[in-house]
């Protein structure tokens, strides 16, 4: 079946009428509840069906609290988490005999012995990690509910973008039922909100559960406590409490159960915490709860909506519309996957972007890990930990430009948090002053390197993660921020990189060593398999990006001079960047075959995103040889897991290629996303969601070449649209409307007063401004 939603192509040909629409997509609807007729609301996410499994189940959250809401009408589930849910414990796992061996693994390598020193690296460098740790899931909550007619009809569940509150609708017999989901920051509680159209008609048995069957319940006065030492006892103690309250009918407590009988309506508050801060986990959620009961239902929800769309609310976006917004979202995705273009399941797709990040990563919480906060079970994919070799930094890519700054926070804090155990690595490991980190750490902290190394001996994820730091001055420009945060944590990075150089005994450069292309492998001239080399491409653009950010923060402070000059002496005798002989940029030192052509990590290509080496405006030649780079991985199965694909999003949109980056976008969609439009690696890994929004937002505007340029990227199938709200560096906030493929109007508020020179295709003009000052520009960006 090919259904074309596209309204961009002759209407005589190929538009649909509703009618037909919803014949064809009839078929695709599964058979629990109806076709439904209703207004479009292009920014819900909504099912005729109960989740069948976590796939399709939809997440709320607060930050650090949140739910997987699967909606049963008969038996609801939400599987529960608490970010501090980990296991494990602060450990110190350096090789004592790493420092020794480091000159002779260089020396291997610079021989050309490449299989030799990652054998002896593997021996002599990797950590012996003994003290696990992992994500947890907080627990499940259940409701079995009585129902007065096992006859389901109207059924509807859904998630509001605009609210964050999730909703489950349906009727059983003749009374109407409703149930309302929301995470709760303003009051730090999970609300669920049972109504009816009826009084009397709720009636239900609800418990808290936990896998492993360890965890201690307590039930009493309506109320269900439920706490575990995680980890068998090597990890956070933590508690969930969750209190009924009932208008009208009765509650009475049933073993570790809580009945509800003929009850008008009812609210569930649910409260968690753990000793991860040094705080009573019982005691905490004990006021948190508290607090909460005492207010009614619409004024906490009240509150949590004018909370969360403080931040949600600054970005608008229109890529138009057609009749496939009447349909649910699976359907949707089914029928783009058939091969139908769907722009609004873009928009709705991008502000679900954004709604995952105000959901996961709150000021004062932990970073977003590798699924948000959302992971069941206690054993969950890769740990849920934070990958520092590509995944933690994705997270955040939409932060800044979509006008998030404030949920970067979280992991701009992490980072000055993870110091002292960077420190002490940098040392006990290298024998170097400042602070190192390798490819993945947790809420411990830890910063050595451990497993394999090909993915393992890779000392640039806290000189990649630094970039962060400085970014978000760029977009801000918070001198306190940069002086108090940002500055030292990039100082000490750098002072650890300049003293890890060591120069090429054949080129005289500095080179970065022993080191990896993350995660990729390559053959040896004898047919090995090796990983590690003196001087992989990604490092020496990261440690130029690294540097030259930390000799502008120290300009912009007026301090440390000397190492300012030391650092820009560093720079000139840093490796280049190389073209092989192919037309591409190269990984490695040498051209060496690759075993995996289409691997996932196109690390050779930081220079061109997240970084801003290679662009039009400086070096034309990198960004053709960044193209063949990427057009090579793409011919050999690039792209096959979401982050990846969402990585090559903003790798076209840098390049340009408004056609290349939109494919991509639609292979993301189509190849890599789970009925909730969450992404799947596979499994379901957030990154690829976060990555996705960023490319989308690459693709409209760029602000990283030292201009403005709106529209950089705009693809054929968005012809009409806006995008409103959009932050640039210099501290630009860009308003954009667009018709006929062409801009039509730009919008620019001057938060700093910074002078701007803004570009659309080759028209450039410089404008100075003044803070608080709005600009209005036409197509030729002439002043209206």
């Known amino acids: 079946m090919f259904l074309d939603f596209s309204l961009s192509r002759p209407v005589k040909r190929y538009a649909l009428s509703l009618a037909k629409l919803t014949l064809c997509l009839a078929i695709l609807l599964p058979a629990y509840g109806q076709t ?19 796939n399709e189940a939809l997440p709320i959250g607060n930050g650090r609290l949140g739910a997987m809401v699967f909606g049963g009408a008969a038996q609801e589930h939400l599987q529960l988490n608490e970010e501090t849910v980990w296991t494990g414990k602060p450990a110190d796992f350096v090789n004592p005999a790493a420092k020794a061996a480091l000159p002779e693994v260089r020396k291997l390598l610079f021989a050309g012995k490449y299989a030799e020193a990652q054998e002896l690296a593997q021996q002599k460098m990797m950590g012996d990690k003994k003290v696990g740790s992992t994500y947890q899931t907080l627990g499940d909550l259940h409701l079995n509910i009585d129902l007065p007619n096992q006859n389901i009809t109207k059924y509807q569940r859904e998630l509001d973008l605009e609210n964050a509150v999730a909703k489950v609708s349906f009727r059983a017999g003749d009374v109407s039922f409703q149930r309302e989901m929301f995470a709760s920051a303003s009051g730090q509680v999970l609300a669920v909100r049972l109504t009816a159209d009826k009084p009397a ?71 968690a915490a753990t000793d991860y801060r040094g705080k009573d986990p019982l005691a905490l959620s004990g006021m948190q709860l508290s607090a909460a009961a005492q207010k009614p239902y619409a004024e906490l929800r009240q509150a949590h909506v004018a909370d969360y769309k403080q931040y949600f609310d600054r970005v608008s976006l229109d ?9 649910p979202t699976d359907a949707r995705l089914v029928a783009m996957q058939k091969g139908n273009v769907d722009p609004a399941l873009v928009k709705l797709y991008y502000q679900y972007g954004r709604y995952l990040l105000i959901s996961s990563s709150r000021p004062g919480s932990l970073p977003a890990n590798l699924q948000g906060i959302w992971a069941d079970g206690l054993t969950p994919p890769w740990s849920a930990d934070y990958h520092i070799n590509i995944n933690i930094q994705m997270n955040y890519w939409p932060a800044e430009v979509t006008n998030l700054t404030e949920m970067h926070m979280p992991f701009l804090t992490f980072l000055d948090e993870l110091r002292p155990d960077a420190r002490k690595t940098a040392r006990d490991m290298y024998g170097l002053k400042g602070t190192v980190a ?50 030292p944590v990039m100082k000490e990075t750098a002072e650890f990189t300049v003293n890890w150089l060591v120069k090429d005994p054949k080129t005289g450069y500095l080179v970065s060593g022993p080191s990896i292309s993350p995660e990729n492998t390559f053959k040896t001239a004898d047919g090995k398999i090796a990983t590690m080399v003196m001087g992989p491409t990604m490092d020496h653009m990261i440690i130029r990006d ?184 210099g501290g630009f906030e860009i308003d954009l409307n667009w018709e006929k493929g062409q801009l039509k109007q730009v919008k620019v508020l001057s938060r700093l007063g910074n002078p701007l020179q803004l570009r659309y295709g080759d028209k450039v003009i410089s404008l100075k401004t003044q803070q608080g000052n709005t600009y209005v520009l036409d197509k030729d960006l002439q002043q209206l």
């Open 438 to 487: 390798h490819f993945t750490t947790d809420p411990w902290h830890f910063t050595e390197p451990y497993g394999q190394t090909q993915w393992a001996m890779w000392p640039m994820g806290m000189a990649w993660s630094a970039q962060h730091l400085w970014e978000h001055y760029l977009f801000t420009e918070d001198k306190e921020y940069l002086k108090a945060l940002a500055y």
């Open 319 to 327: 890529l138009g519309t057609t009749d496939a917004v009447y349909f």
């Open 36 to 54: 439904p007729t209703r207004q479009p609301e292009e920014l819900k996410l909504w099912y005729s069906q109960p989740a069948r499994d976590w």
């Open 201 to 271: 008609a709720q009636s239900f048995t609800l418990h808290l559960s936990r896998p492993g069957n360890k965890a201690q319940l307590q039930v009493s006065n309506g109320e269900i406590l439920m706490s575990e030492h995680v980890g068998d006892g090597v990890g956070v103690k933590m508690v969930a409490r969750l209190k009924v309250l009932n208008e009208g009918g009765t509650v009475q407590v049933s073993g570790d159960s809580i009945q509800v009988k003929g009850a008008d309506a009812v609210t569930l508050l649910l409260a």
């Open 546 to 729: 690294l540097l030259g950010n930390t000799i502008a923060a120290s300009e912009k402070l007026g301090k440390d001079a000397a190492f300012r000059k030391r650092l820009q002496k560093i720079l000139t005798q840093l490796a280049p960047t190389e073209i092989g002989s192919d037309g591409r940029i190269m990984e490695w030192t040498e051209e060496f075959e690759e075993p995996e052509p289409g691997h996932r990590h196109i690390s050779h290509l930081y220079g061109l995103h997240p970084g801003r080496q290679i662009t039009k405006q400086q070096n034309p030649e990198l960004l053709e040889a960044a193209r063949k780079t990427i057009d090579y991985r793409l011919a050999h199965g690039g792209g096959h897991t979401g982050w990846s694909r969402a990585w090559i999003i903003n790798f076209f949109a840098r390049l340009q290629d408004s056609e290349a980056a939109y494919e991509n976008l639609l292979a993301l969609l189509r190849k890599s996303t789970l009925p909730n439009l969450f992404d799947t690696h596979p499994p379901f890994q957030i990154d690829g969601n976060f990555g996705a929004t960023a490319g989308i937002t690459e693709m409209l505007l760029q602000s990283h070449a030292g201009e403005v340029e709106v529209l950089p990227a705009l693809p054929a199938a968005w012809p009409q649209g806006y995008i409103h709200g959009l932050v640039a560096r």
